[in-house]
């Protein structure tokens, strides 16, 4: 495979393209797409990695660095401990640090000859996945109900372009490079806002394929990556033209944030538990299993068990400085954000709307976006955190992608 090395750029892995319900035939690199020109694509994707260079005022770990699980039991109690000086204790300062990472990256656009609107939408994934969580590479059982739930597969047949990356610490991010200890909001809120500027000024580097310069940019995120999305537009109101927040809500008194979340997680040290993640630090940690990241993420009887299988054997560990290190929602917020602004989550998120998002979303969502035009909250039925892998994931693909359409995105 040809890996084309650029001055600041290293596109890798080649070329995928696939149809809307990919199986392993049809998935397929370039060279083999001109071997076999019957196949009806719908999408092309590039795998990317990115240098990237941030500034960003880091908080540093407090506690020693864990040795085992029970040093892991000893910060869930005190990050979540109700004296504030006990819970500081993992967190007591700051340092300005400069340092570059590489993020890596997947750029998919519709094929040739399909529909193209121009438009990315920059995904930020949330914790316990990676950025296969907007596109699913399912086993071989569950391989023809892909198109139930990728998310890029949905928006690429209807024009847009998605550019989704690994968070930093995550897979193809930097994460053997970089400490568990050291990962956290602020540099991944530094990251985001980087690539966001990456993207809108587009080129062959960042969105390869012909793609050339976005008309406009979105950001969408799940989660800790919507919490990353709303700061960025809070901090840079003019950095993207709309914003779409999934499995989110601002109101913190109406979630289960903080203690609930942080043992709910039942985290153990990752590289004790799975070879795959030997060379990890100890600062990175993974659920126990997938019947305690069902409690976060899945919502009885609106998935499919084999999905809850599939997603907690492809889990991806997380940075504990990411569970411990937060901002205000109120803080800062994006009132004078001018693009569109939704809000969608399954009824029944557990973290963001301590069960039920019924009068959650819109408050104080619509305050906080006073300036977006418009600003929507949707209560998506049916589903939990986890949006995309609910039986009725599709509809919430076509709630957003309606949404944007709707708003000249
Ligand atoms: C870190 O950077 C921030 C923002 O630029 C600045 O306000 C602060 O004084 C710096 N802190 C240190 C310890 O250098
Ligand atoms: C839940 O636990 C059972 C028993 O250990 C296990 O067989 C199953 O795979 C787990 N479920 C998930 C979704 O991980
Ligand atoms: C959060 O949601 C609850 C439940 O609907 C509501 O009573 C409360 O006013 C909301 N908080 C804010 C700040 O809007």
Not at 7 to 15: E, H, K, R, S, T
Not at 184 to 192: G, S
Not at 275 to 284: I, M
């Amino acid at each position: 495979m040809k890996n084309l090395l650029q001055p600041m750029f290293l596109l890798v892995a080649g070329v995928y393209i696939t149809t809307a319900a990919p199986t392993p035939d049809n998935v397929e690199s370039l060279l083999q797409r001109s071997a076999n020109p019957r196949a009806s694509q719908t999408k092309i994707c590039q795998d990317l990695k990115i240098p990237l260079t941030v500034t960003s005022t880091n908080y540093v770990f407090g506690l020693p660095h864990f040795n085992n699980d029970l040093d892991v039991a000893n910060w869930v109690v005190t990050a979540t401990n109700r004296n504030p000086s006990i819970k500081k204790t993992v967190t007591p300062g700051t340092k300005n640090i400069t340092a570059t990472y590489t993020i890596g990256a997947r750029f998919c656009q519709p094929a040739p000859g399909k529909k193209s609107n121009k438009v990315v939408l920059l995904a930020t994934h949330g914790i316990g996945f990676d950025k296969s969580y907007w596109d699913p590479n399912l086993p071989a059982e569950l391989k023809s109900e892909t198109d139930k739930y990728s998310f890029v597969d949905h928006a690429v047949s209807r024009g847009y372009a998605v550019f989704s990356y690994d968070r930093l610490g995550v897979v193809s991010s930097s994460s053997r490079q970089t400490s568990g200890y050291t990962v956290q909001i602020n540099n991944q809120l530094e990251i985001v806002k980087k690539l966001a500027k990456l993207v809108k000024a587009g080129g062959e580097n960042i969105l390869p394929g012909k793609f050339g310069n976005p008309k406009k940019t979105v950001l969408v995120g799940h989660s800790f990556g919507s919490a990353l999305s709303y700061f960025a537009v809070s901090d840079e109101p003019d950095l993207v033209d709309g914003v779409v927040l999934t499995g989110f809500s601002t109101n913190i008194s109406a979630s289960n944030q903080g203690t609930a979340l942080v043992a709910g997680f039942v985290p153990r040290i990752a590289n004790l538990m799975e070879k795959k993640w030997n060379g990890l630090d100890s600062g990175y940690l993974a659920t126990v299993d997938g019947n305690s990241s069902a409690v976060i993420f899945f919502q009885q009887p609106d998935y499919d068990p084999a999905i809850a299988e599939f997603a907690a054997a492809n889990q991806a560990p997380f940075a504990v400085m990411e569970l411990s290190t937060g901002r205000e929602f109120s803080f800062n917020p994006p009132v004078t954000f001018k693009g569109a602004a939704l809000i969608i989550s399954g009824k029944y998120d557990w973290p963001f709307c301590a069960g039920d998002c019924d009068d959650v979303l819109a408050n104080p969502g619509a305050q906080y976006f006073a300036g977006a035009r418009p600003f929507k909250a949707i209560v998506y039925p049916k589903a939990g955190h986890g949006l995309n892998f609910h039986l009725n994931a599709k509809g919430s693909f076509k709630a957003i992608t309606d949404f944007l359409y709707e708003n000249g995105l």
